[in-house]
């Protein structure tokens, strides 16, 4: 997880970010593009801040790898849904040219990286979950001939 954090922190700081500098309140769309990127930056955020400081080694009773699988489907159906939303409304909210098209635009764009960036994570914490690349043998300590 803490190997996506970072892209997908500077990817959803660049969405709202774009989006925040418009006028978005006029148009109800981009009031649910703000909720998902603000929101899932910050849950993010926790996530990271959690494995940075190796805090989820603390919380063992919580299964790591479901939690952070869910997430990922979650946050990956979230962006799709505001991809769709930030793309389908740049024209009809803007003029072409103009400052704030460029920046919707730019939006659309950036929640389309993140939308992908959060469906590789929600592929690779699957694999984790399922130990995909482990077995008995390979998971077990080298006996110290490390």
């Not at 790898?65 to 990922?72: I, Q």
Request: hydrophobic residues 55%.
């Amino acid at each position: 997880m803490v190997e996506w954090c970072h892209p997908l922190n500077v990817l959803g700081l660049l969405v709202w970010a774009l989006i925040a500098d418009t006028p978005y309140h006029l148009y109800p769309s981009y009031g649910w593009v703000m909720f998902v990127a603000v929101f899932l930056w910050l849950v993010t955020i926790v996530f990271f801040v959690l494995y940075l400081f190796q805090l989820h080694v603390k919380l063992y009773m919580v299964p790591w790898p479901l939690v952070l699988m869910v997430f990922n489907v979650g946050a990956t159906v979230l962006y799709i849904t505001a991809f769709i939303t930030c793309s389908a409304s740049v024209e009809p909210t803007s003029l072409k040219g103009s400052r704030p098209y460029n920046q919707r635009a730019a939006a659309s764009f950036f929640s389309c990286l993140v939308m992908i960036a959060y469906g590789v994570s929600t592929f690779l914490s699957f694999q984790a979950w399922r130990g995909v690349g482990s077995n008995a043998a390979t998971s077990q300590m080298a006996g110290g001939y490390a």
